[in-house]
Nanobody, 121 residues
Framework: QVQLVESGGGLVQAGGSLRLSCTAS????????MGWYRQAPGKQRELVAT???????NYADSVKGRFTISRDNAENTVNLQMNSLKPEDTAVYYC???????????????WGQGTQVTVSS
């Protein structure tokens, strides 16, 4: 199995920065897409940024120019640097990966447990 563990959430004032990190562990054979999603209270989970293996990153329009996603394939980690944070960025942020374990021939969607990001005005 493949597990994702996030870290780095917290409380920050508007205009501040936070960095989220996610590490995949377990019986990993391969990971293709990795990324971050978020879910605010009363809203659906939405894409924040994704970074396919060996390809360019994709960002939600609402975070372009403020957030930067990066990936370390050797360490199976994905990070999200969040700058110029706004109150509307407040949400639970979830790490996501499409991963194949050593005991499977298929890629499956994996989710972390989520980390809270709160931006005060």
């Amino acid at each position: 199995q493949v597990q994702l563990v996030e870290s780095g959430g917290g409380l920050v004032q508007a205009g501040g920065s936070l960095r989220l990190s996610c590490t995949a562990s377990g019986s990993i054979f391969a990971i293709n897409d990795m990324g971050w999603y978020r879910q605010a209270p009363g809203k659906q989970r939405e894409l924040v940024a994704t970074i396919p293996s060996g390809r360019s990153a994709n960002y939600a329009d609402s975070v372009k120019g403020r957030f930067t996603i990066s990936r370390d394939n050797a360490e199976n980690t994905v990070n999200l640097q969040m700058n110029s944070l706004k109150p509307e960025d407040t949400a639970v942020y979830y790490c996501h990966a499409n991963a194949r374990s050593t005991t499977s021939t298929y890629f499956y969607s994996r989710w972390g447990q989520g980390t809270q990001v709160t931006v005060s005005s």
